[in-house]
């Protein structure tokens, strides 16, 4: 059973802005603003990111730059935030795609989504969905990753009827943050990501996940 739509890409990954761009013009300026971040971020890290960096790299004034975050911080919580809205945009195709016969094929796959995001997304690889800048109080009710893997397990209850309750969504985001700390350390040193850790990766995340949904299909 296939569904249009088993997760809301649109919502999940949204911050504030200073000024929401009402015009294509800003939305475009905008982009350039969040692209130029990333592009740099995936340089020299965010943790070096500045705000002129970003206004340079642009192309545009400091005051530009301000008219949309109030500081760094901002900018990479937006990045993060967007990063996250793309990822899951293309786990969604992933899940409801018909090729998948079991949840294993499209958990996978959708896994793989964000590998192909640690290689080709600029700045992933460091920011990933903004989960490791460390902020207090902290500024939603839940970090990125769990919206994430709440939104995923969603999508594969709808798809193919997998149990939901409170001890497999426990187990579930359990296997997203193993997943994600090894996809992490898999591309520390490798822009193309260290097989290894993706590998074990996957094994551990379908041993943790089996005794709730069942053997796969596919392995």
């Known amino acids: 059973m296939s569904t249009p739509s088993v997760i809301d890409a649109t919502t999940a990954g949204q911050v504030s802005l200073r000024n929401e761009p009402v015009q294509a013009r800003s939305t475009a300026r905008l982009a350039a603003l969040m692209d130029a ?9 965010y943790e070096r990111l ?3 960096m970003v206004a340079e790299r642009a192309g545009a004034s400091i005051g530009t730059v301000y008219r949309y975050f109030p500081d760094r911080i901002a900018v990479l919580q937006a990045l993060g935030a967007r990063n996250l809205e793309r990822a899951m945009a293309k786990i969604t195709a992933e899940i409801v795609d018909e090729k998948h016969i079991d949840w294993m094929s499209a958990l996978s796959a959708s ?6 995001s ?5 700045g992933f690889r460091s920011l990933r969905v903004g989960d490791v800048i460390d902020l207090r109080p902290a500024p939603n009710e ?8 709440a939104a995923l397990l969603d999508g594969l209850v709808s798809r193919f009827g997998v149990p939901d309750n409170d001890e497999v969504r426990f187990a579930f985001e359990t296997s997203i943050e193993i997943s994600d700390a090894l996809a992490a350390r898999a591309f520390a ?3 193309q990501g260290d097989m290894t850790f993706l590998e074990a990766g ?8 089996a005794p709730h949904f069942g053997a796969p299909e596919t392995v």
Do not use: C, H, W, Y
């Open 111 to 116: 896994m793989g989504v964000l590998v192909e």
């Open 142 to 149: 839940q970090p990125f990753k769990s919206v994430l893997a």
């Open 202 to 209: 996957r094994d551990i995340v379908g041993s943790l996940l």
């Open 118 to 122: 640690f290689r080709d997304e600029p």
């Open 189 to 191: 040193r490798n822009p």
């Open 37 to 45: 971040a990333a592009a740099v971020v995936d340089e020299i890290g």
């Open 50 to 52: 500045t705000t002129a």
